[in-house]
């Protein structure tokens, strides 16, 4: 019987996908890990997700700044 | 958070014993009272902020607008702007001391060399370069005979607005003790020496100063009846000092350079605005009209260390000048530089700030690696002409001091002897060179009888001149070790890099000396003294299962998948490829000795590490010199310094030391005295390879901050055309790249603990078990507390970097801080993409 | 983000005029004579070299004018020439000037015909005469309310209904139901980057569509617009010649700074410096007019290096260490600098800061691009970043589109997915479906798994009900 699920597809390269992974080993919200780069999520968690993976990725951000400037 | 950190991982390594080291090689150890001998003088942190309290207020209100907010205090737009500021070429903080040099300005030049002895140079990029006013800049201006007012009389001609209060306060506090007064060796007696006799009165008034004066009678015999006369002298010049290979009188003025410029009125206008700054400078050397006079008084040989101590404690630090020309104990060294040898603009310049009044001035020159800082040392000695211990920081770069002593210098060579774990050599004769490394030195523990025989005969002699290289590589306590055991006249300490958040810098102003002089990089490289350097920053991406693992594993493990992602490996044999087929001769550094091997052998190239033993090391060092098959080779952390390998012409890093601006600008040394670098149209290029998404990222953008600031640019290559049409390429299948996955996952703790004993150089050898110990000192709680806020993660003091505000960026950021974790790697990369 | 494009010129939007809008504005000397001056250099040269012949020529003609690697440039203007309708083609396939154009472009030219359109300069003195300094001051004064408005100013008054009419309907600001007043859109924001001119023409463009929904004559709006492109600073011009619709639009433009107008009814009107370079194609513009009213002694000397350093191109200096150092004491600029740079000290007459990635993020989420980043950078670049080539550090512009790429790693899409197909049939029949209504996001055949958009769900599903219940039928 064919199936239809509601959900969000996420395309995205292959480190973000590992990232997606990643979180979902912790907090299962994949539907579906359909290739590489796309997966299908619940829709609930785009948000959350996206908030995830620029937490991760703005760690590897350097930003310049004067430590001593207090606007910082 | 990080007080643990350090100490605990110095604590282990310190454990690990080197496969290099040798008996004399251990911990430095640090006596309490060496630490007490040390003081830096109060106003050494005074801030230009605390003294701005004044302008808060003033008739800002009424001018505020809704921008201000965005500048927080420093919206300066109460400072009035002079009306010709237009041909006035910078801004002055009030805030901060920072300054704004517009360097198209036509006085640009002349403003620089003012602002270069006054200040520390923050940016120097292409228009707009900025400085920074700090107690240890002005202690470093007033040693070198610049005058509190005269400081700020230029300053105030530069400037386009009035120099601030707090500045004119802040110039005023931090000169009104500083290099007032001068330690001084004359026909083999100290004298305190200034040209102001009411602070030798004052200093006099002072109990344990007072204590360690000596009198003397009509017949110059020690008397003990006391008279309060000041002897007097006229004001020493370097009239008649001659320093071999610079011409005496020719003229210093830039070349055509400002004619091209601007027109002739302007030029003159620029000139009679800037007589007082030519005038300071020629202060040294011509002031016959009025023979200004110096007092003095003569202090007892033992006291000599406490009334330094004591002088700093009252913020008097005096400034060590030797009066070579006077001293006639200590015999004469057979030395001068051959008629061939030629000094470059900027080499003489620093010289005649070290020289400038016909005394030897101790202090610290500052110049890119490959703009012949060795020639400096050199010509230095060459002037003073005394017993001579140069002190570096490997073995290899012993050998090549001796080298370039042979090369450059008429000195025989049975006068010049090599201390290291191998070589214990004596010069013959009165007088003579010694060549050592730090670590020979400051070791004071279990030396072998030959060692402590050689060591004793350092101790117990007078040293005419000491030479540091590379200074900034040193731990601190080291150098606290070396500068107080062996008695020298003049130290000069040279150095690539002044990373200036590194507090060590602190230390070395006042165990070395001042900052005489700092290059500037970019102005060095377009008149060709140094190579002209492509930088380039390759993005690798990570293959998704290198990936997956990275995001599983913990700090070091991390640290071993982003190097060895076989991506990088890729991009690595491509670089290697693409300019070898270029003729060019490429290093290829890797702080990872894990990941180094592994490089290597798969790439087939010769390495270098840290295990690698001596006669090996000359051998692929000789082969990638002469031999035209060998053009590539690895090299670990011992290259980063002192290696001078001038064929080669790109550098490619594939694992680095975390966030380390040094060493970041330590290896673009590497390739920035290329012989080939005033050939036509010649680049020489410098890649650092990052996998993309790690923590490696951030790294290298730290990594690359104090070149940027020097005016280099890193361009980003996000692809690297073709690569994957190479039919050799490495690890191209999944299998091959999941075998290597495999491998580095069983790679086991041992296997890295190893990795970072061998990455140890001699250098690195000298733990800092004694910093933990110091950081408990009561009195250097002061710069404790920052210490304990450090960051940069490594694993010795040689690398580690502070963060001075409580707000630096690693407080917020853990990823900064390894922690407990020892591991150490930063890669950082560059590259340089070729049109 | 979608980039929203600002019109440069008006050519976007004359194409879509209809060709009897056309024979209209051609009627006027002054309007031809502006439209000309908005051609291309070539375009300009080929209606010069065409305009007194009366036979049609011959395309091939034409070309033979120019080298083979300039025939693209001559193709983009003989493109442009036709949509404006300035060329016609001939049923015999040749080319010819609109006849009407050439009557009036010749009359422009030559003096001819109906003077007006180039408007009457009034007879008798004005006794409140002013002068171009003055002209100067009010036109940035005007123009730059409407642009301390949207930066959310505090301090200088509200500008008029009509403009704040006209700042909703463009979309630059909008209303929000739980707070009162406006507040600048990710368009506004954009819109500050521009340069003047820019900013200007997209502002009248907006008020030919408005006065489109007012009933009022285009072809007077424009004409009028084109005339005051063609007047003379500092001088004033009577009313008279106006029609009734534009001298209700002088009161809009006074607003904007584009005409003076001493009092409202007064019978003699200045165009600005805002009015008289709309059409001369120079980007001679007022930011560099807008001084701090400190009235030092200094703030002499300023206007002049300002001027100087306008008449160059620019007051930015941008480092290969990021670091920005603007020559400017406009709060305005200063306030548009900090929509993408990290400021941090202001001298009188000088701003440093620093482009960071969190300052340039910071951009992107009110809707600027990265694009936009670097053409304001080099647009306003200071003459002495144009001794250089390339003008903007390649590295600098580099990292920040680096920047704005790594914010688009992830793209979602809510959508349905379909799984569990017993029969291949099935899956193909539905995957060639939803490929045929191009919803089709995502599939695999082998797996027999496709995702599709949300919103085709209910037609996804009818057709696959209905096939399956088909084969039933049949099987």
Redesign the interface.
Known sequence: ???????????????????I??LDSKHHFI??D???T?V?IV?TW?ER??SE?ERL?D?????????????? | MTSSGPSAASQKKRKLSDAESSDEDSDVQLDLNLQNKLYVPRHANLDPSSLNSTHHGIGIEGQKDFVSHIFGNEDYTWLPLKNDHKSRPLWISPENGHIILEGFSPIAEQAQDFLVAISEPVSRPAHIHEYKLTPYSLYAAVSVGLETEDIIEVLNRLSKVPVPESITKFIRQCTLSYGKVKLVLKHNRYYVESAHPETLQMLLKDSVIGAGRVYRDENDQITTEQNSALTVSSKPTGKDLTIPGIQKGKDTKPDGLNEKLTAEEQKKEDEKLFGAVVAIDKEDEDDDDEAEQVHAFEIQADHVENIKKRCNEIDYPMLEEYDFRNDTVNPNLEIDLKPITVIRPYQEKSLSKMFGNGRARSGIIVLPCGAGKTLVGITAACTIKKSCLVLCTSSVSVMQWKQQFLQWSNIKENQIAVFTSDQKERFSGDAGIVISTYSMVANKRKRSYDAQKMMDFLESREWGFLLLDEVHVVPANMFRTVVTTIAAHAKLGLTATLVREDEKIDDLNFLIGPKLYEANWMDLASKGHIANVQCAEVWCPMTPEFYAEYLLENTRKRTLLYVMNPRKFQACQYLIRYHEERGDKIIVFSDNVHALVEYAKKLQKPYIYGGTGQQERMRILQNFQYNPIVNTIFLSKVGDTSIDLPEATCLIQISSHYGSRRQEAQRLGRILRAKRRNDEGFNAFFYSLVSKDTQEMYYSTKRQQFLIDQGYAFKVITNLEGIDSDPTLVFKTKNEQLDLLKSVLLTNEADLKDEDLHEMDDVGRITDRKVAAKNRLPGLVRRTMTTSKSLAGGDNMAYMEYSRSSGGQFAKNPRGNPGASKEHHSLFKKHLKRK | MSVINFKTNIYDYLETLPIFTFQRLFQKPATCLAIFRLLPAIGRQIVMSILYVENPISLKDIQSWVYKDGHKKLQEALHKLSKLHILEETPEKGLIVNSTFRLEFKNALSGGGEHQSFGLPCATVDKHKVDIAFLDHFASTQWEAILHYMVGTTMTKRPSRGVLNLLQKSDLMNSTASESGLHITNKGFQFLLQDVNTQVWAFLLQYLDMAEMLKMDLVEVLNFLFQLGSLELGQDYSVETLTETQQQMLEDLGDYGIVYRRKKGSRRFYPTRLATTLTSGTSALVTSLSKKETGTAASSAMIAAAEESHDEGGFLILETNYRVYAYTESPLQIAVLNLFIQLKSRFPNMVSGVITRESVRNAFLNGITADQIISYLQTHAHPQMRKRAPLLPLTVVDQIRLWEMERNRVEDKAAYLYKDFNVQADFDAAEKYAKDLDVLLWSNSKQRKMVIAQEAHETLRTYIKRRLAGNRDTG
């Open positions: 019987m064919v199936n239809a699920v509601t959900g969000v597809l996420i395309e995205c390269d292959t480190t973000v996908k590992a990232i992974k990643n539907v579906d359909l290739d590489d796309h299908f829709s785009v997700l996206k993976l990725l760690e590897n951000a350097y930003t310049i700044s004067d430590p001593k400037d207090p606007k910082n």
